[in-house]
């Protein structure tokens, strides 16, 4: 599947028919087929022990920063989808504690912390 949504978008980008709305909805499909692999990945226990190339974090995302990504992201989605109240809302602390859990060291089984 990521094969075909990786040929698909470069043929896209190539001919000048496509808009820039089209090839940012393309952009969008490509990067939800990596994620889904890495989730069907992580779901079948295939992940790697260490990433085939590690980068460090150029910044540390907060609670404040994340709200405002949210934010923006929803002003900027297109007429209709911000609309429909169905993206950016929290729900209690929920955001809070998963950004709370990617901040904080793993501890690894049988280690004590």
């Known amino acids: 599947m990521e094969q075909a949504v990786s040929l698909l978008a470069?043929?896209?980008?190539?001919?000048?028919?496509?808009?820039?709305?089209?090839?940012?909805?393309?952009?969008?499909?490509?990067?939800?087929?990596?994620?889904?692999?890495?989730?069907?990945?992580?779901?079948e226990r295939r992940l790697?022990?260490?990433?085939?190339?590690?980068?460090?974090?150029?910044?540390?995302?907060?609670?404040?920063?994340?709200?405002t990504a949210i934010r923006d992201l929803r002003r900027a989605l297109p007429a209709g989808w911000s609309e429909a109240g169905l993206f950016g809302h929290e729900r209690g602390d929920q955001l809070g504690a998963i950004l709370g859990n990617l901040s904080s060291p793993r501890v690894r089984p049988g280690r004590r912390t």
């Open 10 to 43: 470069r043929t896209l980008q190539r001919h000048t028919l496509v808009t820039d709305e089209g090839r940012a909805v393309v952009d969008v499909v490509e990067r939800y087929t990596r994620t889904w692999r890495l989730l069907l990945e992580y779901d």
């Open 48 to 67: 790697p022990g260490k990433p085939a190339h590690p980068r460090k974090p150029d910044r540390v995302l907060d609670l404040n920063g994340a709200r």
